[in-house]
T-cell receptor, first 113, second 116 residues
Framework: DQQVKQNSPSLSVQEGRISILNCDYT??????FLWYKKYPAEGPTFLIS?????DKNEDGRFTVFLNKSAKHLSLHIVPSQPGDSAVYFC????????????FGKGITLSVRP | GAVVSQHPSWVICKSGTSVKIECRSL??????MFWYRQFPKQSLMLMAT?????????EQGVEKDKFLINHASLTLSTLTVTSAHPEDSSFYIC????????????FGPGTRLTVL
């Protein structure tokens, strides 16, 4: 049973436009959500996170929105840049320090110049 | 952010041999580290939680006798793939979180294992 779902395997956007990456989850015990960016043959790089007590967190070009009632979160990148092209993983964890992360399958973002 | 390193970055070995992968937290101490593996175009699958000074906690379906984990110090965890077979070929990644950023995990660069 996949608890974190990224249903769209890929997304292609024009440089300068907005990229919206979606993620859904099923476990209501998740209280913290993270987005990671990953290049091939490298480890994931932390991008941005959000606690379940918030509905929005912004960091520069990256904004994460959380809709707890819908068990849905999204990552907005604006403006998108060619260097943003990578695989983006949504991850979630339950309460407690050092609790394990559950990852989605990832979305491949391609930003066209 | 915190820095996590892995060694080696890639390794090729013959079937039946054992391979050790190291994961180090460079600028913080980590009582807990996590080991993942990733198959091509798949998600990161948690294999085990490495606990300093105690036994690792393995996820369901992961053979603890095949994937030996040792967390001997607060900055080092090792994963040993014993009697490796071609199906063990994968990308292995570790992560750790510094105490002051307990909600976040920082990942190492990964180790590509190829078993011939």
């Amino acid at each position: 049973d996949q608890q974190v779902k990224q249903n769209s395997p890929s997304l292609s956007v024009q440089e300068g436009r907005i990229s919206i990456l979606n993620c859904d989850y099923t476990n209501s015990m998740f209280d913290y959500f993270l987005w990671y960016k990953k290049y091939p043959a490298e480890g994931p790089t932390f991008l941005i996170s959000i606690s379940s007590i918030k509905d929005k967190n912004e960091d520069g070009r990256f904004t994460v929105f959380l809709n707890k009632s819908a068990k849905h979160l999204s990552l907005h990148i604006v403006p998108s840049q060619p260097g943003d092209s990578a695989v983006y993983f949504c991850a979630a964890r339950t309460i407690g320090a050092n609790s394990k992360l559950t990852f989605g399958k990832g979305i491949t973002l391609s930003v066209r110049p | 952010g915190a820095v996590v390193s892995q060694h080696p970055s890639w390794v090729i070995c013959k079937s039946g041999t054992s391979v050790k992968i190291e994961c180090r937290s460079l600028d913080f101490q980590a009582t807990t580290m996590f080991w993942y593996r990733q198959f091509p175009k798949q998600s990161l699958m948690l294999m085990a939680t490495s606990n300093e000074g105690s036994k690792a906690t393995y996820e369901q379906g992961v053979e603890k006798d095949k994937f030996l984990i040792n967390h001997a110090s607060l900055t080092l965890s090792t994963l040993t793939v014993t009697s490796a077979h071609p199906e063990d070929s994968s990308f292995y990644i570790c992560s750790a979180g510094p105490p002051n950023l307990a909600n976040e995990q920082f990942f190492g660069p990964g180790t590509r294992l190829t078993v011939l």
